[in-house]
């Protein structure tokens, strides 16, 4: 079984910054990919930044330019680095992970617990 850890979520007024990491653990083989996602009440779950195992990124429109995914490989954790914080980025924010966990298995997606972000105006 995979386990995604987060962390760093909290209260920020408007235009401050924010940093979110996840660790994941447990039976993993290869991570292909990492990323995070928001969902806010009475919204759907939407992607908010992803990163493959080589490093590629993408963001969703909303938060180009403010936002920032990085990773560290060795520790298999990814980080989200919230900047020049907007009331509407208010949301549980979830990281996922594409995890193979053997040489015989297929990827999964595993999720975080999800934490919260609230900005106030």
């Known amino acids: 079984q995979v386990q995604l850890v987060e962390s760093g979520g909290g209260l920020v007024q408007a235009g401050g910054s924010l940093r979110l990491s996840c660790a994941a653990s447990?039976?993993?083989?290869?991570?292909?990919?990492m990323g995070w996602y928001r969902q806010a009440p009475g919204k759907q779950r939407e992607l908010v930044a992803g990163?493959?195992?080589?490093?590629?990124?993408n963001y969703s429109d909303s938060v180009k330019g403010r936002f920032t995914i990085s990773r560290d490989n060795a520790k298999n954790t990814v980080y989200l680095q919230m900047n020049s914080l907007k009331p509407e980025d208010t949301a549980v924010y979830y990281c996922?992970?594409?995890?193979?966990?053997?040489?015989?298995?297929?990827?999964?997606?595993?999720w975080g617990q999800g934490t919260q972000v609230t900005v106030s105006s």
């Open positions: 996922n992970a594409r995890v193979v966990v053997s040489i015989t298995n297929g990827a999964l997606d595993y």
């Open positions: 447990g039976r993993i083989f290869r991570i292909i990919a």
């Open positions: 990163i493959t195992n080589g490093g590629s990124t």
